[in-house]
């Protein structure tokens, strides 16, 4: 049963309360299934990855080990034990003109 | 160097070194929008010796910009930032050539003609569109790119060098702008991320330090900053 990190960035810390924690994933694991498992923990993320983890990519950035899932298989990403996914929220840099 | 040169600099040599602050010297560097961030990096920039400075921006200066906006006060009101800025830069700075531009980085801009290639562009700006079309300039021009963007209490920095295989879309693939109204911010706060997107740009041109791939993510509110080394997306030449 690979063990996954998760690291929740900015915005993210804030709503789910914690930096970082460890879940179980049966295997074989996708992000997918991952991130059902950590918004079935904390129901507020779906707020900010969308019902159906729409916001991911535009909005909510995944990355796996330092590979943002849009260059690996997306949601399909297979993840194995010590793999580490960080959720980071946008940050848009000021005022729209 | 000049005796004067070394004396201007005389605390920042010991960190960089004589060949550091050389580089610095004969560098160019064009920093894109001149809010909150652009403002503060261009001055740090120039306080560190960058020999050519080049300040783009489309916009004048507002009441709301005061918070944050340190080259600007309530005389520079509804006039183009550009145009103050350059004015407080030389007289921070006698020796560093500042020009201007004022202008929005839109898919209409001739970024040939106005960014030209530089050894260093920053990216200050306040959105992604703008962001995006900048950052498809350098990274097909191979010019390294410090990205900075802030959000409330949080903020980013990263230098993309594309030489390394790093561009703006390693970051945020498919992130346009949809945000509508004024993002919150405290001065202090942004000057946090400006301080450290400017620190990265001045260890990447003296020499010292390159930091291409590592993704800072500030977090003022729980006093946290994290560090993500990111693998490269684009194929080196």
């Known amino acids: 049963m690979p063990g996954i990190r998760v690291r929740y960035l900015a915005t993210l810390y804030d709503a789910v309360g914690r930096f970082e924690e460890e879940i179980d994933c049966s295997d074989p694991c996708t992000v997918r299934e991952a991130l059902n498992i950590l918004t079935s923990m904390h129901p507020v993320l779906k707020e900010h990855l969308g019902e159906n983890y729409e916001f991911i990519g535009e909005d909510v950035q995944v990355l796996v080990n330092g590979r943002n899932i849009e260059f690996l298989n997306n949601l399909s990403t297979r993840l194995k034990d010590g793999d580490v996914i960080v959720l980071i929220p946008p940050a848009a840099g000021g005022l729209l003109s | ?237």
Request: aromatic letters at 6%.
């Open chain 2, 1 to 237: 160097m000049t005796w004067e040169t070394h004396e201007r600099y005389s605390r920042q040599i010991p960190l960089i070194g004589e060949e550091g602050q050389r580089r610095l010297l004969d560098s160019r560097v064009v920093v894109v929008g001149l809010g909150g961030l652009g403002s503060l990096v261009s001055t740090y920039l120039a306080l560190a010796g960058v020999g050519k400075l080049t300040l783009i921006d489309g916009d004048r200066v507002e009441w709301s910009n005061l918070n944050r906006q340190l080259l600007y006060d309530e005389a520079s009101i509804g006039l183009p930032k550009p145009v103050i800025a350059t004015r407080r830069i030389r007289q921070y700075n006698t020796h560093t050539e500042v020009d201007y531009n004022i202008t929005r980085i839109t898919e209409n801009t001739d970024l040939e003609k106005t960014i030209g290639k530089p050894d260093l562009v920053i990216d200050a700006l306040d959105n992604w569109t703008s962001r995006k079309i900048l950052g498809k300039y350098t990274c097909k021009n191979n010019i390294p790119l410090v990205h900075a963007a802030v959000d409330g209490f949080y903020g980013q920095v990263i230098l993309l060098d594309p030489n390394k295989g790093y561009c703006i879309d390693c970051i945020a693939p498919r992130t346009e702008h949809k945000r509508k109204t004024p993002i919150p911010n405290v001065g202090a706060g942004v000057g946090v991320i400006a301080s450290l997107e400017a620190l990265t740009a001045i260890e990447y041109l003296s020499g010292i330090t390159d930091r291409t791939g590592t993704l800072y993510v500030i977090d003022l509110k729980h006093r946290q900053i994290t560090e993500l080394k990111l693998k490269p997306c684009h194929k080196t030449l």
